[in-house]
């Protein structure tokens, strides 16, 4: 694949999907913790430090959506959303990859998630993974669990009263697609 992925987003704004550079790792962490504050989606409880920030997101490959420097203005590129794509399990397992996900609140709803998730599946497939699980997906979490059956993910399991929330406890999916048959049309 090559990179950086171009994609005009709904409201207009060209985007890039690339690599995250190092320079970027501090603006995501704070994307993630700001996410993480808002107790909906994500199994952490308080903000990461840098240390716990590396482990989980950084140890294997990390993906941004900024701002596309190619519309001829030299404004610094703004971080739109971001994902992680590693091994779900390891060794015998590691064909079966695990991703995350998150976007600017502000900009939820502009297509940038959908855009992370076709270019995942078709990173994920060159990058020699099989299929790609969620582990947690909140059942209240209704955005992802729609955006992720319409990209193919089938609900595998349930995992009841998984997500003690601030208000309320829920059950958590397991979402699972095969990477065998896709294609660049998928």
């Keep these: 694949m090559i990179f950086p992925l171009i994609k ?5 704004i060209l985007v ?26 994500y199994p952490q409880k308080q903000p990461l430090s840098q240390a716990e920030f590396s482990a989980y997101w950084l140890s294997k490959d ?4 900024r701002t596309s420097g190619q519309d001829g203005t030299h404004k610094p590129k703004e971080i739109l959303g971001a994902f992680y794509l590693k091994p779900n399990f390891p060794s015998r ?4 990859c695990n991703a995350g996900f998150i ?10 998630g959908r855009f992370m998730g076709e270019a995942m599946l078709l990173i994920a497939a060159n990058l020699g993974y099989e299929a790609v699980m969620f582990n947690l997906v909140f059942e209240t979490n209704i955005p992802s669990i729609t955006l992720w059956q319409s990209l193919g993910f089938e609900i595998i399991g349930r995992i009841e009263r998984a997500a003690k929330l601030e208000d309320e406890v829920v059950d958590a ?4 697609r095969t990477l065998d048959l896709l294609t660049v049309d998928d």
């Design 103 to 112: 976007v600017q609140p502000a900009l939820r709803g502009q297509g940038i």
């Design 62 to 65: 990390a993906f941004v959506v």
């Design 16 to 41: 890039e999907l690339d690599y995250m550079h190092p320079q970027e790792q501090e603006v995501v962490r704070a994307l993630l913790n700001v996410v993480i504050v808002e107790g909906k989606t």
């Design 93 to 96: 397992c590691c064909h079966i």
């Design 8 to 12: 005009v987003l709904k409201s207009g």
């Design 173 to 176: 999916l397991m979402m699972y």
